[in-house]
C-alpha cells in the first residue's frame, strides 16, 4: 500500500478564507455566528446562523458559470482551488488526479419557482398540472442544471481538466469526510498520485433552514449571539447552521517528496460505521462511532493510547454530545485524549463539517496545537471529558482523528498521524 499525505488545505469558512486566516481565527477562538442577514428569518425558531463576508466567486468562476450555479459551487471551486494553491502546484496531471466532493445541495434555488407555480393556480385555488404545460416557458430553463447535486464534480474538474476517478457523496457531516476517506483508499491503491477532496454546503438560505428549524436540532437561544452554540454544556439547545467548504489536497507520499511540497500529515487510517438505530436519533452508546472508531485505529495500526487529539463532532444536540462522548470512552476507557470541536466558531457545515474536521486534525498535527471548544462552561455530567475549554491548547500530536456524524447514523473516522523526519514541520 502506498503511503497519502496532505499538502493542500482550502477552508472557506465564515472567520476566514484561506488555511491561514482560518486558522489563525480558530485558534484565536473567533466566531462567525451571528443573526442572520441574508434573508428574513423572524418567522424562525432560530434566526442565527453562520455567514461568509467577503467571499466573492468571481475570484474563481468565469461569469458564465457563476451564473449557472449556485452558492454551493462557488464555495466548493473555491474551496479546491485554494487547496491547489496551499499545496504549491500551478498544474495537475489530469488523467491521475482524482476528485471527490460532497454536501447536502438538494435542489436550485426555490424562489426562482414562485412565479411559475403561482401562474400554474387553477380558478379554484388549486395547484394545475395542465396550466404547467400551457406555461412552460414561465419555468427558468436552467432551473434543473443549477440544482443538480453533484455539479461540483463538473466544475471543479473542468477548472484543470480532471479525468481521472471521481465521486459525489450526499449526505451530511459524514457526507465530506467520506470523500476524503475515498481519495485516500484510491492514492493507496495506486488508481490517482493525487486527489481533491472535500465539500461544500450552503445551509443559510430559508429552505434548509425551515427543514432544521422544523426538526428541533438547532440552538433557539437567539438573544446569546455567538454564544448560542454551545457543544456538551448543560446549556446547550442545538446547533447553529454555517455555510462553507473544506478541501484538501492529498498526494501519493513519494510524489509529494519529490517535488518538495511541505506536508501537513500522514493519513492512515479511514472508518466507518452506522448506527442502524432510528432515523435522526443518534444510538444512545454511539455504536456506529464506536465501530467506526475502532476501523480507523485498526487501519492506521494505532493504538488508543496513542492518539494525542480528537476533532470531535460536537453538535450541541443533547443526545449528540452524550453519545458521542459515551462512544469516545468505549473506545478509549478512562484515558480520553483532548478534543474539541470548532462548530461553535464556524457554525455547522452541515456536508462539509466533517471535512473541515478533518483540516483541523491536520492542522493541529502540523502545528501541535489544537483549536478550543467555545462557549463550553458547565459541562454536562455525562459529557465529563477533556474538550479543550475556551482557550487553545499547545500539545504534541502524533496521532489525530477527525470524527464526523451524519443525520440518520452514519459515522467516519479518519486517523492522521505526523511524517517520520519531522518534514511536516514549519
Known sequence: MRRVVVTGIGPVTAVGTG??????ALLAGHSGIG????????????RLAAEIDGFTAGDFLDRRSERKTTRVEHLAVGGAALAVADAGLD?????????FTAGSKEVSDLTK????????IGEHGRFDVRRVGERSGTFPPLFYVEGLQGASLFYISAKWGLTGPNTYFAGTAEAGANAIGRAFRVIRRGEADRAIAGAADDPVW??????FDSLGLLSTDNDAGAAAFRPYDRRGSGAVLGEGAAFVLLEEYETAKRRGAPIYAEVVGYGTGADAHAGVTPHPDGRGLVHA???????AGCAPGDVSYIASHGSATRLGDRSEARALRTVFGAAVPPASSVKPATGHLVGAAGALNFAVAALAVRHDVVPPTLNLEDPRPECALDWVPGT?????VRYALAVARGLEGQNVVC???SVAGGTNRD
Open 35 to 46: 443573526p442572520i442577514r441574508r434573508f428574513d428569518a423572524s418567522s424562525l425558531r432560530t
Open 19 to 24: 488555511v491561514d486566516a482560518a486558522w489563525k
Open 113 to 120: 419557482l414562485v412565479d411559475a407555480v403561482t401562474g400554474a
Open 91 to 99: 498544474a495537475l496531471d489530469p488523467a491521475r488526479t482524482a476528485l
Open 415 to 417: 486517523a492522521l498521524r
Open 392 to 396: 487553545a491548547r499547545e500539545l504534541p
Open 206 to 211: 430559508w429552505w434548509p433552514m425551515s427543514s
Open 293 to 299: 472508531l475502532r476501523r480507523a485505529l485498526a487501519e
